[in-house]
């Protein structure tokens, strides 16, 4: 049995491969930014997001591919006041997430679908609880010399395997989840779908 990853990221593929999960990655091939678009203005909330794009990826690919099993994943940000953030496009951008989180907790929710013929036949939403602690404006700059671009594909603004880590006061939630995966509960299906030894 084949695992596809529906998905670019190096992070997904770094902890795939560091767990030893045999994987193919392609790009899934989904304009993400309209379907957002249309899903927010639907109303759905920050979960509800982040498992209707893991699952669309998932679905799109494996209709090309219906004998394999496909992941699809997708993370999401909200804010305290519940309102969702988007991977930034300038450092400007990524500055005034920043500073709209530090201070307060937000929620990033990491959603996994796995379809095989173009059908979902596993899925797993997680959500992690981050709060950021309320750094300065001159540790903000440094920073942003640091990370700037590479935490421009990142929601949120940051990398927590690297000096995003510094940004935090407290976690609660699994280390995978905030880094876009729900790895343990994937690994499971994996040994029972025979993707790995169980």
């Known amino acids: 049995m084949r695992l596809i990853l529906a998905s670019q990221s190096t992070s997904r593929r770094a902890m795939l ?55 699809g994943c997708d993370s999401t940000v909200a804010t305290a006041d519940g309102a969702m953030l988007d991977k930034a496009e300038s450092r400007a951008e990524a500055a005034d997430q920043l500073r709209r989180l530090r201070g307060t907790t937000h929620r990033l929710t990491s959603a996994a679908v796995i379809c095989q013929g173009g059908t979902p036949v596993w899925r797993h939403v997680d959500v992690a609880k981050l709060t950021m602690r309320p750094f300065s404006d001159a540790f903000l700059d440094t920073y942003l010399d640091a990370e700037w671009p590479a935490i421009g594909g990142c929601v949120g603004g940051y990398r927590l395997e690297g000096r995003g880590a510094q940004l935090f006061a407290k976690i609660e939630g699994s280390h995978f989840t905030i880094l876009g995966l729900p790895l343990l509960p994937l690994l499971d299906y994996c040994r029972i779908r025979g993707v790995m030894e169980a």
Do not use: Q, Y
């Open 17 to 71: 491969d560091a767990a030893g999960v045999p994987h193919a990655a392609m790009a899934p091939g989904v304009d993400e930014d309209s379907v957002k678009a249309a899903l927010r203005a639907d109303g759905l909330d920050a979960r509800a997001l982040a498992d209707a794009l893991a699952e669309l990826k998932a679905t799109k690919l494996s209709r090309r591919f219906p004998t394999d099993l496909v992941l």
